[in-house]
């Protein structure tokens, strides 16, 4: 199967399909990973928060792939936030992954309380991406106000923007803001899993008749309907699962197309109600954790 890209702002090649493991247990890391490698992704997205980046490590080098068929990103958390923190945060990420260079870091949230620090956090990865450390950088839930100011401080455009985005909140104002400044939308919880883990006041995306119609015209699943809606309009996703079958599932996406008519039905169910935390209100004293050395 051919696995289509998107190419970055600055030339980086990324697949178009990730694989996510946000809340994936240590313990479960490892196989999910390799199953993922196995069936054909070449893309694994981890954070120092996650607490799982040693995992995605070792499932890489037990796949048997060379490093450069692997892109790896991964995410500096708040609590490292500074110039020197941010540049160390490097450090224990490499160290953990057991990798020399990162294919893509970002900053995981913009601590718009503290922004200096962003700020600075962003200029170690300036550093990162000039000594060749890092093959791209970015930042994840950024929103307008926070990129104006990123853009007006640093040198270097975000190569990537990784947001909530799934059917009941497309996040259209931001979409737009980054596609016309070169940023590419990565969209995380891209089925709308954030909608029914958290409370399921809202329901869940993989029921909606709306979705459940367009996969059965297809041939396809809710969450393969969901991926493809995001492919065609210019995002990358990083789904995630632990069982096998999921894994597969998520990747074959690259077989049908959705028309028109479906894209617009899908965006139609946008009820512009955020599943994750507000990024106004990420603090340190809130959500602080220590992110350790090993």
């Given at each position: 199967m051919t696995i289509s890209t998107f190419r970055l702002n600055n030339d980086v090649v990324m697949p178009s399909v990730g694989f996510g493991v946000f809340q994936s247990a240590p313990e479960e890391t490892t196989a999910a990973v390799e199953e993922a490698l196995r069936v054909?992704?070449?893309h694994v997205d981890t954070a120092a928060a996650y607490g799982n980046e040693r995992e995605?490590?070792?499932?890489?080098?037990?796949?048997?792939l060379s490093r450069d068929e692997v892109f790896l990103e991964t995410k500096v958390w708040i609590t490292d936030y500074g110039y020197d923190a941010a540049l160390h945060a490097?450090?224990?990420?490499?160290?953990?992954l057991g990798v020399e260079q990162l294919d893509l870091?970002?900053?995981?949230?913009?601590l718009p309380?503290?922004?200096?620090?962003?700020?600075q956090a962003y200029r170690a990865l300036?550093?990162?991406h000039a000594d060749g450390k890092v093959r791209?950088?970015?930042?994840s839930n950024f929103m307008p106000g926070h990129l104006d100011r990123l853009l007006s401080e640093t040198s270097v455009v975000p190569a990537v923007n990784q947001i909530e985005v799934h059917p009941y909140f497309r996040q259209s104002e931001l979409l737009a803001y980054d596609a016309e400044r070169g940023i590419l939308n990565q969209a995380w919880s891209p089925?709308?899993?954030?909608?029914?883990?958290r409370d399921g006041s809202h329901g869940s995306t993989l029921e909606d008749p709306v979705i459940g119609e367009i996969a059965e015209g297809h041939g396809k699943t809710p969450a393969q309907v969901m991926l493809r809606w995001h492919l065609q309009q210019g995002r990358q996703v990083i789904p995630k699962s632990v069982t096998p079958a999921r894994i597969a599932e998520n990747f074959q996406v690259f077989d049908f197309e959705l028309t028109a008519e479906q894209l617009a039905a899908i965006d139609g169910m946008d009820t512009g109600i955020r599943g994750g935390p507000e990024p106004e209100e990420i603090t340190r004293e809130k959500f602080g954790i220590e992110i350790p050395e090993a």
């Open positions: 054909g992704y070449r995605v490590g070792e499932a890489v080098r037990r796949s048997g490097f450090d224990k990420a490499i160290d953990k870091l970002i900053l995981h949230q913009a309380g503290e922004f200096d620090l962003t700020i300036e550093k990162l791209a950088i970015g930042v089925i709308g899993g954030i909608t029914f883990y």
